[in-house]
C-alpha cells in the first residue's frame, strides 16, 4: 500500500515538473524563440503566456529595446593625411530575433559582427574625407565673417565643395544599415563621440594655433596702433585750435589793455604836459642811472634839464 502512495506521489510530482517546464513567460521587453536540440522551431514568440514540449525543447529570450555598441578608438588616417582618434558609437536593436539567433546567437556575438562592420565602414569614410570636413557642418561660418583659405595637393578647396559631419554620418550610416538585415539587427544610429589628434600631429595643430592667435593678436595691436595715432593727431589738432584761440585772445586782451593804458597816459598828459613830463623823466633817471653808475651828459641836454632847474 506504502509503494503504491509513494508511486502516486512521484508522478504528481513528475507531472507538475513536466506542466511547468512546458509554460512559459515572455515579458513586454522581450522577444523569444522555442529550439529543440539547439535549432529552432516554430515561430518568434511575442510578450504572453506561451507553451512548448518539456524537456526537449528549450525557449532561448532576446531583448527587443534598444541596445548600445562602443567600439574602441581607432587611429585613422584623414584624405590630407592627418592621423586622428575616432572614437563612435552606435544604438542598434534585434529585428528578427529568428534571424539573429542562426547568425550571431548572443548579444555578444552582434556585438563582435557590429565591430567589424561598424569600424570597416567608418574607416572607409574618415579616410575618405578631409579632417575639416569631419569637424565642422556644412554651413559652418568663421565668428568674424571671413573665409578660411585651404588648400588639398596644393589645390586650393572651395567651402562651397566640402561636406559636412552630419552629411558624413548619413552616409556612415546608410551603409552601414545594408549589412545589418542579414543579421536580424536593425542600426538605429550610429555617432561620433570624439575626434582627435595623435600626439605627433597635435604639436603641429597647437604651433598653428598659437601661430594664428599670434596674428590675431598682431592684428590687433596693428589697429591699434592705428586708432592710437588717429587719437593722437586729433588730440594734436584740438590742442593747436586751443592754443591758436588762447593765443589770439591774449594778443586781443594785450592790444586792448595797451591802447586802454596808452588812452589814460594821453588824458593824463594832456590834462598837465609839465608834470607828466617830470614825471617821465624821473622815472628814466630811476632806470638809466643805477648804483656806481657815472652819467656823462651835456649841459644843454633835455635829459637834464630838470637836474638844471633844481640847481
Known amino acids: 500500500m506504502m509503494w503504491k502512495v509513494l508511486g502516486v506521489g512521484l508522478v504528481l510530482v513528475i507531472a507538475v515538473a513536466l506542466a511547468f517546464d512546458s509554460v512559459f513567460v515572455v515579458d513586454e521587453s522581450q522577444r523569444a524563440i522555442v529550439t529543440e536540440f539547439g535549432a529552432p522551431v516554430g515561430g518568434v514568440r511575442e510578450a504572453g503566456l506561451h507553451f512548448k514540449i518539456p524537456m526537449t525543447q528549450q525557449v532561448r529570450r532576446f531583448d527587443r529595446r534598444i541596445l548600445m555598441w562602443d ?43 557590429l565591430d567589424d562592420i561598424l569600424d570597416s565602414v567608418v574607416r572607409d569614410a574618415v ?5 575639416v570636413e569631419l569637424v565642422r557642418g556644412k554651413d559652418y561660418k568663421a565668428p568674424d565673417g571671413t573665409e578660411e583659405v585651404m588648400d588639398f595637393d596644393g589645390r586650393e578647396i572651395i567651402p562651397e565643395n566640402l561636406v ?11 551603409e552601414a544599415r545594408k549589412a545589418m538585415p542579414e543579421y536580424g539587427i536593425e542600426l538605429v544610429d ?14 603641429r595643430v597647437y604651433e598653428r594655433m598659437i601661430s594664428e592667435r599670434k596674428k590675431v593678436a598682431s592684428q590687433f595691436r596693428s589697429e591699434g596702433e592705428g586708432e592710437k595715432a588717429n587719437i593722437l593727431g586729433q588730440m594734436q ?14 594778443v586781443q586782451i594785450r ?19 609839465d608834470f607828466y613830463g617830470f614825471v617821465r623823466t624821473l622815472e628814466s633817471y630811476r632806470k638809466a642811472i643805477q648804483a656806481n653808475t657815472r652819467l656823462v651828459v651835456s649841459t644843454d641836454s633835455d635829459f637834464y634839464r630838470y637836474l638844471q632847474r633844481v640847481k
Not at 76 to 100: G, H, M, N, S
Not at 169 to 174: E, F, G, K, P, T
Not at 237 to 250: G, H, N, T
Request: hydrophobic share 35%; glycine share 4%.
Open 255 to 273: 592790444g586792448e589793455a595797451d591802447a586802454e593804458a596808452a588812452r589814460i597816459y594821453a588824458e593824463a598828459f594832456s590834462k598837465d604836459p
Open 190 to 203: 550610429i555617432q561620433i563621440k570624439r575626434i582627435n589628434y595623435v600626439e605627433q600631429v597635435l604639436l
Open 71 to 113: 567600439g574602441d578608438p581607432n587611429q585613422i588616417p584623414t584624405k590630407d593625411k592627418r592621423y586622428i582618434w575616432v572614437d563612435t558609437t552606435a544604438r542598434w536593436r534585434i529585428e528578427d530575433p529568428l534571424k539573429f539567433y542562426t547568425t550571431v546567437a548572443t548579444e555578444q556575438g552582434a556585438l563582435s559582427r
Open 164 to 174: 559636412g559631419r552630419e552629411e558624413i554620418m548619413a552616409a556612415i550610416q546608410v
Open 127 to 131: 579616410s575618405g574625407h578631409l579632417l
Open 237 to 250: 589738432k584740438e590742442l593747436k585750435r586751443i592754443s591758436s584761440d588762447a593765443y589770439r585772445e591774449s
